[in-house]
């Protein structure tokens, strides 16, 4: 037998109904199709959580994720322009193609050989072109 999900807003009208005790258990129950037992389940764990509802450990939970995210922004887009510059810098400078050819490291475990021609600015073809001629 397949067990029956119930959403989180049913579960919460179930908890409330039983919170407010103007029905016995078994007409909550009866009510929303459910088990008494369930009834009584919920009933403890809104009444288990709700001092959670109104905690400020809660509100430092979440300026704490707000604060690391920003930071994390900031540090991408750092990096962003780091690697827009270095891109501008290698197209700028008197680095040949057979020097930029041997930059790129072609078992690299984390960026593929496409990724590094973008960021010394090599185009692929020029990369492959050597691999081919020298097979």
Same mark, same amino acid.
């Given at each position: ?31 929303? !199709?459910?088990?008494?037992?369930? &009834?009584?389940? /919920? *009933? #403890?764990?809104?009444?288990? $959580? ?26 991408? !887009?750092?990096?962003?322009?780091? &690697?827009?510059? /270095? *891109? #501008?810098?290698?197209?700028? $400078? ?42």
């Amino acid at each position: 037998m397949k067990r029956k999900r119930y959403s989180n807003k049913l579960k919460a009208q179930i908890a409330i109904a039983a919170i407010k005790g103007h029905k016995t258990v078994n007409e909550i129950a009866t009510e929303f !199709g459910v088990n008494p037992s369930m &009834v009584n389940r /919920l *009933k #403890k764990q809104a009444l288990d $959580s709700m001092d959670d509802v109104f905690s400020s450990k809660q509100q430092k939970n979440v300026k704490a994720m707000e604060d690391e995210k920003d930071l994390l922004f900031q540090q991408i !887009g750092k990096l962003q322009f780091e &690697v827009e510059w /270095l *891109k #501008k810098k290698y197209r700028a $400078s008197a680095v040949s193609i057979s020097q930029k050819r041997l930059c790129i490291t072609p078992d690299h475990p984390a960026l593929s050989i496409k990724r590094q021609c973008d960021l010394i600015s090599l185009s692929r073809s020029s990369y492959l072109s050597t691999i081919r001629s020298s097979g």
